[in-house]
């Protein structure tokens, strides 16, 4: 039997006690951004490619799985495991980087890598972006980028779950 090498992208994931000796390998600007993203979708990978474009690397941090129960999404999730969650991350090319936070914010992990950029999704008005007055008081920008596509993970699951009613 063949033993096959991991992907490429698996060395992208990167624990946070790990992000210190990881960081100076990244070029800048490093750009960084945040969030649950459980089920992938067009939003997502269209939101973190224009977030990706506006440095020269990127650092994704996913929430824990008790960071996303904490946020009242849904008592079923996450529905895909951190894990998962940051592989799958990994594989796209806007992402140089994939760690995870299991605060309620990103704030103590945005002192810790200070991103040249911090940027989130159209429903962040910049001033209210964890993270913002650090990053521009050190210099860098914030950037709140509108949504290209009116889709989300709660959404996918309401359609899933109507269908699953229906039968």
Request: charged share 20%; glycine share 6%; hydrophobic share 45%.
């Amino acid at each position: 039997m063949r033993n096959w090498p991991l992907p490429d992208f698996e060395q992208k994931i990167c624990p946070p006690e790990h992000l210190a000796e990881r960081l100076a390998a990244l070029p800048r600007p490093l750009v960084f951004t945040n969030g649950c993203f459980d089920i992938l979708h067009r939003g997502h990978v269209s939101y973190l490619a224009q977030a990706r474009a506006t440095g020269a690397a990127m650092i994704l941090a996913l929430n824990t799985d008790a960071s996303v129960r904490r946020q009242g999404k849904g008592s079923d999730r996450p529905i895909n495991a951190l894990e998962n969650r940051a592989a799958v991350a990994a594989a796209l090319a806007s992402v140089d980087m994939v760690t995870w936070f299991d605060d309620d914010t990103p704030a103590a992990l945005i002192e810790l890598i200070r991103p040249d950029i911090l940027v989130k999704g159209g429903d962040w008005a910049p001033e209210n972006i964890v993270g913002a007055a650090e990053t521009l008081a050190r210099g860098g920008k914030v950037y709140s980028i509108p949504f290209l596509h009116q889709t989300s993970t709660t959404q996918t699951l309401a359609k899933i779950r109507a269908v699953e009613a229906g039968k």
